[in-house]
């Protein structure tokens, strides 16, 4: 495959590694790919995932959910895929969320979202407790951005489709943690996506340059004082890695690199950033020496195909400006005593095209609840399936027929193009409510008063999954001894929630929705 590479990559490689390790570097080209998922520590806990797993899984060393599958397996045809228990992820793609130390609780943006790995990662680490925002300027990206959120369970997250510079005004010092996992040339995803080697010759480095520049300023007017952003890429050239941070470092003097420790690892390459590659003294010594405390993983020396990853510290000044700090946080946590019907229920204008697949485009200024949407099937809805109040967590709002919990303590987000204020609940039309996919998939089994659990040995499950209408006897739906078994119900394999089913009278109506069915 080597042979195949851009000549003018290698010959670059070539004079950055030097003889010996560029061969090792141009061996790993040679090599099988190494293949990697993530357990979903969300929805299951890792040991119980291990004891369940059909696959051969060994440790990622750098990511604790993280572990390598073998060639010829395929967790993306499994229902345990589509239980939302894993994300099917390249192990080094690993590495930034896990730098980044993200903890319940904190307010995280990952600005480069889609199509979600590293998003699905950090609500993970949130455990549904805080607020994840999570944006891609490409709309067509946002689409599985949604779907992958949707899968993981993700009760806590906005999704937004916007430009990082209209994001400023509304997240000014707002987020603990900011991931920047930025476009690039993407020389690390060769041996991967054969693709991306026709595709390095249009994206330039250059141009990749200009992009990661903005949105590393971008990024640091969204932080908190004290906050922490990781800046991460899957490309070797020195210009977007650790050009990036000198120079960032240089225009923030309020930044400093938090040094990686990772045995796997290697040191960031100050010695790149000068010439010839860059203008000899163009940044500091103190951003120099800064940048030897970046990552760089090289497919060569561990299982990966190979990132870069800088963490950069914000120092903790008091900054009257900022939009929320950690006592609004605590605010945020008394709303979430609130029962769901005591919610602060609002309804807001939908300017713009709404695509009948509930993409909602820019979101108005927040109203008064409109007459025409009335919340009463939502609350007999709630009532009737419902153990706990799994929207409580959050605010509930409605957008046009549409009802979200959207995560406490999240700003208004005025003028931004807001695909997900929140979790999406359902839709209520002409006095009916329509449980959504994403509640599915965000509930418990323990939360449902009605549910059917199908084993995973059971061939219903499959069938479910195909979209197929299940024969199921009476005494099978799960309910309370005083509750009728018609109506909706939670399917579940094993313990695990993969959508609605409607039953009567012996037979499961499947809702599971088209485009998610298994083919
Ligand atoms: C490396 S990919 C992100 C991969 C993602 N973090 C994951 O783990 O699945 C970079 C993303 O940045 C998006 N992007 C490019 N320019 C952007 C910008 N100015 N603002 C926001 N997103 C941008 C692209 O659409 C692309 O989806």
Known sequence: MNNK??????????????????????????????????????????????????????????????????????????????????????????????????QPGEKVLDLCAAPGGKSTQIAAKLQGEGVLVVNDNHSDRVKALVKNLELFGVRNAAVLNDKPERM????????????????????????????????????????????????????????????????????????????QIAEFLDKHPDFEVARVRQKEFEAGRPD???????????????ALEAVSGTARLWPHRLKGEGHFVAVLQRNAVNDSGRVGDRDAARAGGKDADQRMMDADIVSASVEGKRSGREALRRVGRAEAPRAAVSLEPLQAFAGEL?????????????YGDHAYASPAGLPELHGLKVVRPGWYIGALHRGRFEPSHALAMGLRLGEAKRALRLALSDGRALRYLKGETLEVA????????????????????????????????????????PGWRWT
Request: charged share 25%; net charge negative; glycine share 8%.
């Open 5 to 102: 590479l851009p000549a003018a990559f290698t010959e670059k490689m070539s004079d950055l590694l030097g003889r010996d390790e560029f061969e090792l570097f141009m061996d790993s080209y040679d090599q099988p790919r190494v293949y990697g998922l993530r357990v979903n520590s969300g929805k299951i806990g890792i040991n119980e995932f291990l004891v369940k797993s059909p696959f051969t899984l060994s440790p990622v060393p750098w990511a604790s959910e993280g572990f390598y599958y073998e060639e010829g397996e395929r967790p993306g045809k499994h229902p345990y895929y589509h239980a939302g228990l894993y994300y099917i992820q390249e192990p080094s793609a690993m590495a930034p969320v896990e730098l980044l130390n993200v």
């Open 168 to 243: 400023m005004a509304v997240f000014q010092g707002y987020f603990d943690k900011i991931l920047i996992d930025a476009p690039c040339s993407g020389e690390g995803m060769f041996r991967k996506e054969e693709d991306m080697m026709s595709q390095w010759q249009r994206h330039s480095v250059t141009e990749c340059s200009v992009m990661q520049r903005e949105l590393l300023g971008q990024a640091a007017h969204m932080l908190a004082p004290g906050g922490t952003m990781a800046y991460s890429t899957c490309t070797f050239s020195p210009e977007e890695n650790e050009a």
């Open 272 to 286: 790149w950033v000068r010439a010839p590659w860059c203008i000899e003294g163009a940044y500091s010594e103190r």
């Open 386 to 398: 419902l153990r706990s109040e799994p929207f409580a967590a959050g605010r509930l709002v409605c």
């Open 474 to 513: 009476e005494s099978e739906i799960l309910r309370d001894s005083d509750q009728a078994a018609k109506g909706y119900c939670l399917v579940c394999i094993d313990d695990h929630p993969v959508g609605w089913g409607k039953w009567h009278d012996g037979m499961l109506k499947n809702e599971y929705p």
